[in-house]
């Protein structure tokens, strides 16, 4: 079993910074691939980053690169997103999620264990 535990939501304003926390516990390995998701109400959800244990490699939704940035800390028990010049449209509900393999990172359904999710709202 995995525990995956989001914090750092909140509501803030258009351009602000905001720092998601993961804190993960259980059967973890420093070689899992981390993601980061969101859903906004009404919409899919959507990937938003990954950070691929194996490799250190970090993927983003490209409409997100130069504003959201992953990591980790040493230990790899705690993966957090940095988010810059947030905007409106980032308002959701922020999921982390667990796999363990390195492909098909960008696939929700292919995460095994889930957190449950963390607010961030935006306002204008």
């Known amino acids: 079993q995995v525990q995956l535990v989001e914090s750092g939501g909140g509501l803030v304003q258009a351009g602000d910074s905001l720092t998601l926390s993961c804190a993960a516990s259980?059967?973890?390995?420093?070689?899992?691939?981390m993601g980061w998701f969101r859903q906004a109400p009404g919409k899919d959800r959507e990937f938003v980053a990954a950070?691929?244990?194996?490799?250190?490699?970090?993927n983003y939704a490209d409409s997100l690169k130069g504003r959201f940035s992953i990591s980790t800390d040493n230990a790899k028990t705690t993966v957090y997103l940095q988010m810059t010049s947030l905007k409106p449209e980032d308002t959701a509900v922020y999921y982390c999620?667990?796999?363990?393999?390195?492909?098909?990172?960008?696939?929700?359904?292919?995460?095994?264990?889930w957190g449950q999710g963390t607010q961030v709202t935006v306002s204008s």
């Open positions: 259980g059967r973890t390995f420093s070689s899992d691939t």
């Open positions: 999620a667990r796999k363990r393999a390195g492909w098909n990172i960008r696939e929700s359904a292919t995460y095994d264990y």
């Open positions: 950070i691929i244990g194996s490799s250190g490699r970090h």
